[in-house]
């Protein structure tokens, strides 16, 4: 993989802090013309290392209930059961994972009722799916999207 460029690193670590940062505040901030910062901008979103979205507390806008879901899935349908988890809107978090579960999920729902409903007629339905681990997340502390933009590996 390519190196990123230091500019569009600096931009990536300035729209995670304001996500609507003007090109020109970004611009005065980085040392180049706003015309660069435009043109890289439009090129990281075009390839698609950055979209620019607004993230809500899923409990300040009616989710009172929030799970993790620990899966062992058939080897042979791992690739079928991650199309179908990531189908499902319910899901806003799919991952293969190594360790205890094969596959590592989280979801949002307005109340048990819905979650009991997702389990019963939804995750227990999809084929390959052996066993199904659910924990309830009591509080979410820390909610993260700034991970900034990791530097090359120096290989010796």
Same mark, same amino acid.
């Given at each position: 993989?390519?190196?990123?460029?230091?500019?569009?690193r600096?931009?990536?670590?300035?729209?995670?802090?304001?996500?609507?940062?003007?090109?020109?505040?970004?611009?005065a901030?980085?040392?180049?013309?706003?015309?660069?910062?435009?043109?890289?901008?439009n090129?990281?979103?075009? @390839?698609?290392?950055?979209?620019?979205?607004?993230?809500?507390?899923? !409990? $300040?806008?009616?989710? +009172?209930? /929030?799970? =993790?879901?620990?899966?062992?899935?058939?080897?042979?349908?791992?690739?079928?059961?991650?199309?179908?988890?990531?189908?499902?809107?319910?899901?806003?978090?799919?991952?293969? @994972?190594?360790g205890?579960?094969?596959?590592?999920?989280?979801?949002? !729902? $307005?109340?048990?009722? +819905?979650l /009991?409903? =997702?389990?019963?007629?939804k995750?227990?339905?999809?084929?390959?799916?052996?066993?199904?681990?659910?924990?309830?997340?009591?509080?979410?502390?820390?909610?993260?999207?700034?991970?900034?933009?990791?530097?090359?590996?120096?290989?010796a």
């Amino acid at each position: 993989m390519e190196a990123i460029h230091p500019v569009d690193r600096q931009i990536i670590e300035l729209l995670q802090a304001d996500g609507r940062m003007s090109f020109v505040d970004m611009a005065a901030r980085i040392g180049v013309t706003e015309g660069t910062i435009r043109r890289r901008f439009n090129q990281l979103k075009e @390839a698609g290392l950055i979209r620019i979205a607004a993230i809500a507390d899923p !409990f $300040a806008v009616g989710f +009172e209930t /929030a799970a =993790f879901f620990g899966l062992r899935v058939d080897t042979a349908d791992i690739e079928n059961v991650l199309h179908d988890l990531v189908r499902l809107p319910e899901i806003h978090y799919v991952a293969a @994972a190594t360790g205890e579960y094969d596959v590592v999920a989280r979801a949002f !729902f $307005a109340n048990n009722q +819905e979650l /009991a409903d =997702f389990l019963l007629h939804k995750l227990s339905r999809i084929r390959g799916i052996r066993e199904i681990n659910s924990s309830l997340l009591l509080r979410i502390y820390k909610r993260s999207y700034t991970w900034g933009v990791a530097l090359p590996s120096s290989r010796a």
